[in-house]
């Protein structure tokens, strides 16, 4: 028999609680009952077989107890850096020359130094505000003349370029008129070339040669003749007009063009300072000299690393592949007190120096933005959970209006939701470019030998549908995308004129891959199998996931069948796309004006069609289409034919078409005063602000 003395020699309540307390998240709760695990040392005293022997035990047991929470660090709404903004991404810029380019990080750069006629009003990108001309024209005020055929511009006065030099209507024209007779293939220019010489082609030569040029600038000086010549760029001196007495710039259309004030406002409108630009060896305004600087490529550009504009930012440096650095421009010209639009910034700029750093790897610019080191980073798709574990309020790009997270302390602010007039897609080229020995990087042996592809290979209508089928659409917006992606089913964007939501679209099915690929090159495929590459540009794990996806599917059906994926730094994917050397290329467009013309031109006809080398036959059924839509004033007319044209795109097969992904923005709740306009090119820093206090 037993008779047991229970004493509790300690009892660990207090302590526990109190580590409990310390251990709960930051909340705005004032108490709170949790359970607790609570420890007992217990000395009990038996008498066993006549003896007392005491016996010390560990109990363990749940309560419930009422915890208070350590008081809250409300988080740091103050800027430790007022003066600086930092930018950590990824791809650096190709060219700070406005005429040529054509790319979202040179864009971005461009349009904070450089200036136009007219810009965006504020999120609005259908609707302008008068820059660097004094009102927006219309036919109102007589701007525009009454057959949509006339635009005249009045210059500002008294405007100077950060080297001190005036802004004349002259320097205007200048810019017109050289990017027009540049006509670089791989640049912006086919965009002012349809409305304001009528052509199609994308070329300057177009009137002498039916566009055949296309950028050989060896070929026009041997065939063109000087009268020709001369009369290409006297028909562009005739379409744009200055007349620095009146401070006037005229444009002389060859058509009625409704969005051509959407296209002047963009950066490749930005004034270049005519005297500073001939200086540094750029053409010299003569009919005699132009074709010497036709199709000079970003790479043999005289203003490509360099940059002399009217904006409120100067340029201090760039360092290829690490950063480019902007300086506020202390004689800015714009008055305290006339903003730019209404609500808008007007003044000196606010933040003194911008930073924009190149940084592929993500845990880098995680870290960075996770320390207060940055102001914001890019954030692919796939990384928005992480970030998301840090934001302390969401925010309305529409409304302006933030709400607390269950985290207020969060440092971090999201803009989510943004509507992204852009995509990703997979190029595929009809017939690769080839060195004179007929070696390609990019394809291997270039042959159908199992260790490459001939450069022909997606000539063959079986090849480019098994790799739409052979694409897990799924996968890639739920892995990618973060499940936040709306597949499209041709090259125009969801909710737009022409977008046929019924229309036709491709589905992951290996079975039917397999099928096509067993089709394709009279059958030879599954027993010699192939190798080529899938380029994407370097830390953009969004585009590489792409070329994992069709590496894995592709192989899952027979593993001869091997792709291989390669990070090209931007700039050299960039070239070698435009040189057409790349089998398969992932890639992206954001549009240029908010119109459908900017979607199906590109991608049918002009831009990647080119690096593509669509045949011209197709190319020729594309432009029909392309030009019958652009002419049509009957919105339902438009429709139409763009259902056509995107039937065509689908049947054809002529890329992997993926999907749209709403956007995300991620940033110190200190910035102030960002925007969201789908137009705008990364930031306008102008507009922005950082707290102080």
């Not at 930012?313 to 592949?321: F, K, V």
């Not at 499209?488 to 589905?507: A, E, R, T």
């Not at 931007?570 to 467009?589: D, E, H, I, Y």
């Amino acid at each position: 028999m037993f008779k047991r003395n229970r004493m509790i020699v300690l009892l660990l309540i207090v302590l526990v609680v109190g580590l409990v307390a310390a251990c709960q998240p930051q909340t705005q709760e004032v108490v709170k009952e949790v359970p607790v695990e609570v420890t007992r040392i217990i000395t009990e005293t038996v008498t066993e077989e006549g003896q007392a022997v005491e016996v010390t035990r560990v109990v363990s047991e749940q309560i419930v107890v009422t915890a208070t929470p350590v008081p809250e660090q409300p988080v740091s709404l103050v800027s430790p850096h007022p003066d600086t903004y930092t930018w950590l991404t990824f791809g650096d810029i190709d060219t700070m020359d406005p005429n040529l380019a054509y790319d979202t990080a040179s864009a971005n750069l461009i349009q904070n130094v450089m200036e136009g006629l007219i810009y965006y009003n504020h999120t609005d990108p259908t609707s302008f505000v008068p820059q660097l001309a004094t009102e927006v024209p219309s036919i109102d005020n007589g701007g525009i003349s009454e057959d949509g055929m006339t635009y005249t511009f009045n210059i500002r006065q008294g405007v100077k370029f950060h080297n001190g030099n005036d802004l004349t209507a002259s320097d205007f024209a200048y810019t017109f008129q050289r990017g027009l007779l540049q006509s670089d293939p791989n640049g912006p220019q086919w965009l002012l070339l349809e409305p304001i010489l009528g052509y199609t082609s994308g070329d300057v030569t177009e009137g002498i040669a039916d566009g055949a040029y296309a950028g050989d600038r060896e070929a026009l000086i041997a065939n063109a003749t000087p009268e020709e010549l001369a009369a290409v760029c006297e028909k562009v001196q005739a379409a744009i007009v200055a007349d620095d007495a009146a401070g006037t710039l005229t444009f002389n259309l060859a058509q009625p063009w409704g969005p051509f004030l959407a296209t002047v406002a963009q950066t490749w409108g930005m004034a270049i300072d005519k005297d500073w630009a001939v200086e540094n060896g750029a053409w010299d305004g003569s009919c005699d000299t132009w074709v010497n600087y036709y199709a000079p490529g970003s790479e043999n550009d005289e203003l490509t690393g360099i940059i002399n504009g009217t904006g409120p930012y100067m340029l201090d440096h760039w360092t290829p592949g690490v950063e480019y650095v902007l300086v506020a421009n202390p004689n800015y010209w714009r008055p305290e007190g006339e903003p730019l639009w209404e609500g808008g910034p007007s003044g000196q700029p606010g933040i003194q120096t911008i930073f924009v750093k190149l940084v592929n790897e993500w845990g880098t610019r995680f870290a960075t933005l996770q320390a207060g080191d940055a102001e914001e980073v890019t954030v692919p798709p796939e990384n928005r959970p992480q970030v998301d574990e840090l934001v302390g309020e969401t925010c309305d790009f529409r409304t302006f209006e933030c709400t607390p997270t269950d985290n207020p302390n969060g440092p971090i602010r999201k803009w989510g939701g943004l509507p992204n007039p852009s995509r990703t897609d997979v190029f595929l080229n009809f017939d690769v470019a080839v060195d004179d020995q007929g070696k390609n990087p990019y394809i291997g042996s270039g042959q159908l030998d199992g260790n490459g592809i001939p450069a022909n290979f997606f000539s063959d209508i079986h090849v480019r549908r098994a790799f739409n089928y052979c694409f897990d659409y799924d996968t890639y917006i739920s892995e990618a995308l973060n499940g936040e992606g709306v597949r499209n089913n041709g090259p125009i964007i969801l909710d737009m004129l022409g977008y046929n939501p019924d229309g036709p679209m491709y589905n992951y099915d290996l079975d039917k891959c397999a099928e096509e690929l067993a089709a394709a090159w009279d059958g030879v495929l599954p027993d010699t199998g192939f190798r080529l590459q899938v380029a994407f540009n370097t830390g953009n794990t969004t585009r590489q996931t792409v070329g994992e996806i069709l590496q894995a599917s592709l192989s899952e059906i027979n593993d001869k069948y091997q792709v291989e994926t390669v990070g090209l730094p931007w700039p050299t994917l960039l070239a070698a796309f435009r040189a057409k050397q790349l089998p398969v290329a992932v890639s992206g467009w954001v549009e240029d004006i908010h119109d459908p013309h900017n979607w199906v031109q590109p991608f049918t006809v002009g831009t990647y069609a080119g690096r593509q080398n669509l045949p011209e036959d197709l190319r020729g059924q594309f432009q029909e289409l392309v030009n019958a839509g652009v002419a049509a004033t009957d919105p339902a007319a438009r429709e139409a034919i763009y259902f056509q044209l995107q039937q065509l795109h689908h049947d054809e097969a002529i890329q992997i078409t993926l999907a749209q992904i709403t956007g995300a923005r991620y940033e110190q709740r200190w910035v102030k005063d960002w925007f969201y306009n789908p137009i705008i090119n990364g930031g306008y820093y102008y507009a922005y602000g950082l707290a102080t206090e």
